[in-house]
């Protein structure tokens, strides 16, 4: 998994699983596969990168499978990534569930099977229902369960950057191959105009703290889960105190806490919605190219008010926030394709789906018992340590890692949401969803 992208929400189920009567071990990606885990001998293993499906069957061929795809929100623009597993009979046999974000996912791979003949599929829908099954996503339940920000008399209005600098903050790029490729279909050529976007930004964000100033308000930057959020460190604007950048773990904590919202179409759009946050989307105003971004021009033309195409008109926004709150109401467009491919049936919080699917996925399974629960932790605390002194987690583009030294604050940073996902289902629901003492 990506830390800051997908550790919030595979902490908070891991609680969840827990309080629900499970041994459950959350995994970096240097031990997900050693030699302890394997040892271990877990019942199911859940998992969001479909290309470790292969990996995780030969690591633990006792053991369920649960797949949750972290890359799923691609809509009907293009077959989601889910087909990979669907498409493939062992794959298909290999995998005990496939956890889907919406019913419209379902309905694409469905269709998929009938024009293809999977008869894998189409001979046993049964199965197939019993298999993919939707659920929803879990980051919508941070944005909407969880301790609330609250605006204090005279305190300054908190303005939240969305982070989407990526392509010029990893230190990977080489400009000169960007720039000077002379194929204009290049994915390098595209690159570099999103370059171009991206340096808008950055200067959008000077020039905003200059001329609104920091008297009435803050800044604080999220960034992107694949930036380098080290080298911000030695900019004047954060050197200054003028501009913070966030450090929690995950997006939708930091959401909360903001006043205001500016960004650039993405999948966040849902999450600000969902949390019902004031929303500026700088697309227009920054000439962003749109080729590559699924549904752009669409979520656009859906949310007009929110889209200013000169500066003079984004300050006049940002004076004027409370105006403009974003939410699933306010937008035709968002809400379609949140009740389509966003949204479970069942009126529960996401990750009690989650965990029902993963617990009952083990109802026919009986593992032989494997290495304790206290010696497995023990054991992949010192091989995790002596990665770690290796250098292996400090890497600037190893972005799924994380140390054991993070469990305090994600504590901390999660108990209420888990608290308030728990005590929003029926204790029959709850015991319903269990795991079998």
Not at 235 to 248: C, E, F, P, Q, Y
Not at 309 to 321: C, G, L, P, R, S
Request: proline share 4%; glycine share 4%; hydrophobic share 35%.
């Amino acid at each position: 998994m990506t830390f800051m992208r997908d550790f919030g929400f595979v902490y908070s189920l891991s609680k969840i699983l827990e309080r629900l009567g499970c041994d459950v071990f959350v995994c970096s990606n240097t031990d997900y596969t050693s030699l302890p885990m394997r040892l271990w001998n877990p019942d199911v293993v859940f998992y969001v990168t479909i290309g470790r499906t292969g990996l995780l069957r030969a690591a633990f061929p006792n053991s369920k499978l649960v797949l949750w795809n972290a890359e799923s929100c691609r809509f009907d623009t293009y077959p989601p990534f889910e087909l990979e597993i669907a498409s493939d009979p062992e794959k298909y046999r290999d995998v005990s569930r496939v956890l889907l974000w919406g019913e419209g996912t379902r309905e694409i791979i469905l269709d998929h099977a009938r024009k293809n003949t999977w008869k894998w599929i189409t001979d046993d829908l049964e199965n197939f229902d019993r298999k993919f099954v939707v659920v929803g996503h879990p980051r919508i339940d941070l944005a909407q369960y969880g301790t609330k920000h609250a605006q204090k008399r005279g305190h300054k209005v908190k303005i939240g950057i969305i982070g989407l600098c990526a392509s010029i903050n990893n230190g990977k790029h080489s400009i000169p191959e960007m720039l000077l490729n002379d194929k204009e279909t290049d994915d390098n050529f595209n690159t570099s105009k999103e370059f171009s976007f991206q340096s808008k930004y950055y200067q959008l964000i000077k020039k905003m703290t200059l001329t609104l100033g920091t008297d009435k308000y803050e800044y604080n930057l999220r960034p992107y889960f694949l930036e380098n959020i080290h080298n911000y460190e030695s900019t004047a604007l954060v050197k200054s105190g003028k501009l913070k950048i966030d450090d929690s773990i995950e997006f939708t904590t930091w959401l909360k806490t903001q006043d205001l919202v500016i960004g650039a179409v993405s999948t966040t759009m849902y999450l600000v919605a969902a949390a019902k946050k004031p929303y500026i989307s700088v697309d227009h105003m920054l000439e962003r190219p749109m080729d590559r971004i699924v549904f752009a021009h669409e979520y656009l033309s859906g949310i007009p008010e929110h889209c200013p195409k000169t500066y003079d008109q984004f300050a006049e926004m940002v004076k004027n926030y409370a105006s403009i709150p974003l939410t699933f109401e306010s937008s035709d467009i968002l809400k379609k394709q949140h009740d389509r491919y966003l949204k479970a049936k069942e009126d529960l919080p996401v990750l009690l789906l989650m965990a029902r699917q993963i617990i009952s996925s083990s109802s026919d399974i009986h593992n032989t018992s494997g290495l304790p629960t206290s010696l497995c932790d023990l054991f992949n605390r010192l091989r995790t340590s002596y990665a770690e002194f290796r250098g292996l987690g400090s890497k600037a583009e190893n972005y799924s890692h994380f140390s054991r030294s993070i469990i305090p604050k994600a504590e901390s940073e999660f108990g209420d949401v888990i608290n308030n996902i728990l005590e929003s289902a029926l204790p029959e629901q709850l015991k319903e969803i269990s795991c079998p003492r």
